[in-house]
């Protein structure tokens, strides 16, 4: 005997409600989508038609001009290989210092676990201040290194915490009661059972920090006056805050009225540059993302 699946008729206020949310939605991705379609059509655009307005949504006058100049120009490609050093070493330093802050905070058994807990949480609230850090760093002598950029913010407390919630939530202590059974150290069961059982979370540390550490300028600005190392968001920040385009950059370019549009046109490229490399990763870590954040936030 086969059954047909009921159907529940649609009032007239649920359609209205799902035509507003389509409708809210609609145009949140036409607001959201269109400066990303803008740009990158922008970006491979003749130069003269993105300063007279030509440029609306699709790419007119095809031409990869403002991408050659960026690989022709040595400061440019110098700096976006400076921030991929800087994201990959930022990122395993932080995740690597988050981990073994995190594990021993979560586990009950730590004396003074709480006393040590607060004094993390309390950074969160009260901080030394810009020129006091400043000082530290320039104490250290890692004023005009790369450190400068990867020391100072190492640490996150805020993805500490959540580190440490999945931890308590996520790892059993029955676990942790077998592995001392059989022997095993500390180190031992940090590194063959807990790190294996927190991929999400991991993921979760290594995207934000990757991403914090790719688009800090700030700190540059301040530790770093070498250009030689100098990040992309460094160089990206003075072509569109400041207008400073090096002439080297447009070693083609006679006349004033083309290096204008070059230089409009380079923005564009370079803000592509500078965003893809986030967008192509963020798709392969999507799924463990969503399940760390939510074991890590929500859970205990």
Known sequence: MSSTPSSVKESGGDRAFNIFNYTILTLFLIAVAYPLIYIVSASISDAQ?????????????????????????????????NSVFYTAAGAFVSVFLTILAAYPLSRRDLYGGNAILFLFMFTLLFSGGLIPTYLVVKELGMLNTRWALIIPAALSVYNMIITRTFFQTSIPGELLEAAKIDGASDFRFLKDVVLPLSGPIIAVNALLYAVAQWNQFFSALLYLTDQDLWPFQLVLREVLIQNNVDAAMMTDIQ????????????KYSLIVVATVPILLVYPF?????????LIGSVKG
Do not use: C
Request: aromatic share 12%; net charge positive; glycine share 6%.
């Open 255 to 266: 006349d004033m009225v083309r290096r204008q549009n070059l230089r409009e046109l380079l």
């Open 49 to 81: 038609a993105v300063t007279s307005g030509q440029v609306w949504l699709w790419p007119v006058d095809i031409t990869f001009e403002g991408y050659t100049a960026i690989l022709n120009h040595p400061l440019l490609v110098r700096s976006f290989f």
């Open 285 to 293: 870590v999507q799924k463990h993302f969503v399940k760390g954040v």
